[in-house]
């Protein structure tokens, strides 16, 4: 098959040769905690590890690394919120080439500087990343710059197709392969890499179901657009997919399967306790799958974690989303009687069933409270899903009237 695509397996074997001493290896890491689930290996590719923090060094060098002396004088431009943005900033700085990249105004700051760091000259322009595409494409014909796409060229592909050949090296004997999907770049390259040396291999690509735009498209045979996208998962939000991504992806790839917010929250959690990784939502996409239905794959299976580049912000308030799903991080609403003793009886049960209270609030003028009660919402850490059953039934078993926030 791979003759009728732009990308082929050799293309993607010298794209690995480019990227020796340039990229850092990132060596299957096994997932005991995972593995219990299915009773068989479950690895994980780390690429949040590597150089950038994400896979998108692998496509962005092998892309610039072939650029004429002509088009290295012109320097390079790139439009990003992220990853993306400090994958062609370092793979420009490495070979010396001026780079210049388009970012929205709402980009998070972290990010900014981190592509900053790597000596990329950033422009803001627009809300999002669209616009600020739009902006960059028109500075190149204003400035005879290279345009440097995201996931639609086929030196981008070879590149991200490294990270499939690195699996199979690694693990030949691998079943199921998981893999964090966006615009297609990573997902199409690792497929065609993968199977074209064991077809055998049910290789799955995995998107935020609020950002998901190849199931739509593979129905209908052709790239089609979303209209909307919501999802904490920025870095894998594309709304249409590459051309050459999509065409690879038809025939390479066995499934696209989905994954909802909360799925996400809880995969971020999970890997960061329990595997000691951090990842963020775009990167925890392929865990999420894995976790929400571990059956449904036969192992061994490989689990790409794409990238860990995440705005600290937003990381504690995916952590508070992920412990409460988890049933670990609890908040109830609680109607006592406002009277000396109540409020006190009840910490002291809930602290004699083992909850953490982290914070207390009283509301004394909601018109829906009797003159005689007052409200107290209650956060508190719990074990997990039982042991908040436990804590509200007893609060319930005392008279009071609580409902989860």
Same mark, same amino acid.
């Given at each position: @098959?791979?003759? !009728?695509?732009?990308?082929?397996?050799?293309?993607?074997?010298?794209?690995?040769?480019? %990227?020796?001493?340039?990229?850092?290896?990132? +060596?299957?890491?096994?997932?005991?905690?995972?593995?219990?689930?299915?009773?068989?290996?479950?690895?994980?590719?780390?690429?949040?590890?590597?150089?950038?923090?994400?896979? !998108?060094?692998?496509?962005?060098?092998?892309?610039?690394?072939?650029?004429?002396?002509?088009?290295?004088?012109?320097?390079?431009?790139?439009?990003?919120?992220?990853?993306?943005?400090?994958?062609?900033?370092?793979?420009?700085? %490495?070979?010396?080439? !001026?780079?210049?990249?388009? @970012?929205?105004?709402?980009?998070?700051?972290?990010? $900014?500087?981190?592509?900053?760091?790597?000596?990329?000259?950033?422009?803001?322009?627009?809300?999002?990343?669209?616009?600020?595409?739009?902006?960059?494409?028109?500075?190149?014909?204003?400035?005879?710059?290279?345009?440097?796409?995201?996931?639609?060229?086929?030196?981008?592909?070879?590149?991200?197709?490294?990270?499939?050949?690195?699996?199979?090296?690694? @693990?030949?004997?691998?079943?199921?392969?998981?893999?964090?999907?966006?615009?297609?770049?990573?997902?199409?390259?690792?497929?065609?890499?993968?199977?074209?040396?064991?077809?055998?291999? !049910? $290789?799955?690509?995995?998107?935020?179901?609020?950002?998901?735009?190849?199931?739509?498209?593979?129905?209908?045979?052709?790239?089609?657009?979303?209209?909307?996208?919501? =999802?904490?998962?920025?870095?894998?939000?594309?709304?249409?997919?590459?051309?050459?991504?999509?065409?690879?992806?038809?025939?390479?790839?066995?499934?696209?399967? =989905?994954?909802?917010?909360?799925?996400?929250?809880?995969?971020?959690?999970?890997?960061?306790?329990?595997?000691?990784?951090?990842?963020?939502?775009?990167?925890?996409?392929?865990?999420?799958?894995?976790?929400? +239905?571990?059956?449904?794959?036969?192992?061994?299976?490989? $689990?790409?974690?794409?990238?860990?580049?995440?705005?600290?912000?937003?990381?504690?308030?995916? @952590?508070?989303?992920?412990?409460? =799903?988890?049933?670990?991080?609890?908040?109830?609403?609680?109607?006592?009687?406002?009277?000396?003793?109540?409020?006190?009886?009840?910490?002291?049960?809930?602290?004699?069933?083992?909850?953490?209270?982290?914070?207390?609030?009283?509301?004394?003028?909601?018109?829906?409270?009797?003159?005689?009660?007052?409200?107290?919402?209650?956060?508190?850490?719990?074990?997990?899903?039982?042991?908040?059953?436990?804590?509200?039934?007893?609060?319930?078993?005392?008279?009071?009237?609580?409902?989860?926030?």
């Amino acid at each position: @098959m791979s003759g !009728k695509h732009p990308v082929s397996l050799n293309d993607i074997k010298e794209a690995q040769k480019r %990227l020796h001493g340039v990229i850092r290896p990132t +060596n299957l890491i096994k997932a005991g905690w995972l593995e219990r689930q299915i009773g068989n290996s479950v690895l994980l590719k780390p690429e949040n590890l590597q150089r950038a923090g994400s896979f !998108k060094i692998r496509g962005a060098y092998n892309l610039l690394a072939q650029l004429s002396a002509e088009d290295r004088k012109k320097g390079v431009v790139a439009a990003s919120a992220g990853n993306h943005a400090q994958g062609v900033a370092l793979a420009a700085q %490495l070979l010396g080439i !001026k780079s210049t990249v388009f @970012m929205p105004v709402s980009a998070s700051i972290p990010k $900014v500087v981190a592509t900053k760091g790597y000596g990329a000259e950033v422009k803001f322009a627009g809300d999002v990343i669209d616009e600020a595409i739009i902006s960059a494409r028109q500075y190149c014909e204003a400035n005879g710059s290279v345009f440097i796409p995201p996931f639609d060229h086929k030196h981008i592909v070879a590149g991200q197709g490294t990270v499939g050949l690195e699996i199979f090296e690694q @693990m030949p004997e691998v079943k199921t392969v998981l893999v964090c999907t966006g615009g297609g770049g990573l997902l199409a390259g690792s497929a065609l890499a993968i199977k074209e040396q064991n077809p055998k291999v !049910k $290789v799955i690509g995995v998107q935020a179901a609020n950002a998901a735009a190849y199931p739509q498209s593979l129905k209908e045979g052709k790239p089609v657009a979303l209209k909307v996208m919501n =999802t904490i998962a920025d870095g894998i939000a594309v709304g249409t997919p590459g051309d050459i991504p999509f065409g690879i992806i038809q025939d390479y790839v066995d499934e696209i399967i =989905t994954v909802s917010e909360s799925n996400l929250s809880i995969a971020i959690l999970q890997t960061l306790e329990r595997g000691k990784l951090l990842v963020e939502p775009g990167g925890a996409a392929a865990v999420a799958a894995f976790i929400a +239905n571990p059956e449904a794959f036969e192992g061994p299976v490989a $689990v790409v974690l794409s990238g860990g580049n995440i705005d600290p912000l937003l990381l504690e308030r995916i @952590m508070q989303t992920g412990l409460a =799903t988890a049933g670990r991080y609890l908040t109830v609403r609680i109607r006592i009687k406002d009277k000396p003793g109540t409020l006190a009886q009840l910490l002291t049960e809930i602290g004699g069933l083992g909850a953490n209270i982290l914070d207390i609030f009283h509301l004394r003028t909601d018109p829906m409270l009797a003159l005689d009660e007052v409200a107290v919402n209650i956060t508190m850490e719990t074990r997990g899903v039982e042991h908040e059953d436990d804590v509200l039934n007893r609060i319930k078993a005392l008279g009071h009237d609580a409902e989860v926030q």
